[in-house]
């Protein structure tokens, strides 16, 4: 990714790439979010050739099965929820609504959901339904058949490749500053400017530059994960789907021709071999292989951006993929590293203004996942007591407190999850509102119900005409390269 968009906006910079083929991967299938439509655009990537290459899938949401409790589930669905009305916005006439009696589950307001629910979607088309809102959506794809569709892209830019394994990192006995990496059989690689993208190890952001890491244990106890592909099977849904378990979390990520599985546990609370019998338990079709152990340490690195080494990826830290963010992650900081792209020896000021940006995002984010595991009801299971009796972030603490005194949701600066996000965990995961706005007490109750009313039929008609998730996918592929182009 980072070479794919550096060589395409900075073409006058020498880009040079080291990788091996030595290094494994642990991915079986990436579920991302609406944003990586904003990265693929970018760099000019045609949506049906795309589709075509990565053998994608639609996802227009994640369901959530088991969070609150057993047999519960709820969808946290990309796009509006509802409509509001005039200042206030749809949560707060919600809030009121169910205060007397008068609302639905958020499934019926909530276009995404009603649409993945009956496995249906649209692209991106004109409405059919007035006052229906618009239907983003983002992938699942293989995560490696886009790396590898990616390199072509920037190897057709002049990127240029070399394999084998980083064995030392060269830095300036003065300034301190990263000025080569050595190669096996003694190859020296130099250059003015490095991204580290060497995943837990952080070969040059941490081996050579010792920047330290931020650990979110005591927030996330998960460390360990298990991955496998699997026959597919069971129903092709154009979301992604993370199911709990008693000591962790399951994902199900729908591909073209396979299904992505995994399992994120704790081992303080399950062993290696609990979880891989409740994978290869839950599993929709036969393992293609046996699952793919992976250690980690929720957290990030306490500079992204030190020296002239920029770290991405798992080298900056790591996310729970519960809410499908990894993919973003590293592209918002690719397009963040663009905006203030250094000429020479790096600014200071831009640098910090780089990191600030990257801590934010992250504990934002780490914030929304640790709502998701505090806000459970699964009773008698020593992961999720602990979770649910946890001490929480402060700036998560501020919101709860927000939301339960008077339901009062409020995105702080560009944070990634919106109002919208957040109101469907609380809601569906019950974390109940003592109150709601007063001034949703201005439409009068027959007025209210009307307009809940007329949300859900439009909404229902709306998705009634769609075409089914399959046959969107079926018909993109089946394009013939220059019909896609």
Known sequence: MAAAALSRFAPHLSITLVESDAIGTVGVGEATIPQIHLFNSALGIDEA?????????????????????????????????????GLMPFHQLWLRAKSEGLAKPLQRYSLNE????????????????????????????????????????????????????????ERDGESGDIVAVLLDGDRRIEGDFFIDCTGFRGLLIEGALETGYDDWTRFLPCDRALAVPCESGGDFTPYTRSSARKGGWQWRIPLQHRIGNGMVYSSAHWSDDEAADALLANLDGVPLGDPRPLRF?????????????????????????????????????????????????PDPAMVDWFNTQADFEWTRVRDFIVLHYHANDRQGETLWDYCRNNELPDSLAVKLDQWRGAGHLHREHEELFTEVGWFQVFAGQEVAARSHNPLAEAMPLADLKRKLDEIETSLVAEVRQMPRHIDVVQSLVGQSPSAAA
């Not at 293989?142 to 920037?154: H, M, P, Q, T």
């Not at 992204?304 to 996310?319: K, P, Q, T, V, Y």
Request: charged share 25%.
């Open 49 to 85: 050739e795309f589709v075509r290459e990565t053998r994608a899938t639609f996802k227009l949401g994640i369901e959530f099965a088991g969070w609150t409790r057993d047999g519960d589930s709820y969808m946290h669905a990309f796009g509006a929820i509802g409509r509001g009305a």
């Open 114 to 169: 009603l649409a993945a629910r009956t496995m249906r979607m649209r692209m991106r088309i004109g409405r059919r339904v007035p006052e229906t809102p618009e239907m983003p959506y983002a992938y699942h794809f293989d995560a490696g058949l886009y790396a590898g569709y990616l390199r072509r892209i920037a190897e057709g830019n002049r990127v240029v490749r070399h394999e084998g394994n980083i064995e030392r990192v």
């Open 297 to 345: 340490t929720s957290g990030k690195r306490r500079k992204h951006w030190n020296r002239n080494c920029l770290a991405i990826g798992l080298a900056a830290g790591f996310m729970e993929p519960l809410e499908s963010t990894s993919i973003h992650l590293i592209q918002s900081a690719i397009s963040r590293f663009l905006a203030v792209l250094p000429k020479g020896v």
